[in-house]
């Protein structure tokens, strides 16, 4: 009685099988990963962004960078509305900004 053995094709077939069945399981554990990471990365972002603005002093219902110390010690030294006039300082130097725009946009500071 003679064992028979199974063809070439069959073995070298499951073999490729189990191949891309393992590469395609380290596909999703990468992509996983990546996805967590991602997540964090937003989380880390969102809870600097959220302290930034609840340390922002606030003026006329919008968030500015200056607290009222700073704000009245340029005014004393001559910008009786100093945030106007920072602004519009910002707004005639579009050199400071080295990035191009994207989709057809500009990077400037607008006031």
Do not use: C, K, N
Request: positive net charge.
């Amino acid at each position: 009685m003679s064992v028979r053995r199974p063809p070439l094709f069959a073995v070298a077939l499951l073999l490729a099988l189990a191949v891309v069945t393992l590469w395609w399981q380290l596909s999703e554990r990468r992509a996983r990963l990546e996805a967590t990471r991602a997540q964090a990365a937003l989380a880390q972002l969102d809870a600097a962004r959220d302290s930034l603005r609840a340390a922002a002093p606030r003026r006329a219902g919008r968030s500015v960078l200056l607290d009222q110390d700073q704000l009245e010690e340029l005014g004393r030294r001559g910008l009786p509305d100093p945030i106007p006039a920072l602004l519009a300082d910002l707004a005639s130097h579009p050199e400071l900004i080295p990035f191009p725009g994207t989709a057809g946009s500009e990077m400037r500071f607008y006031p």
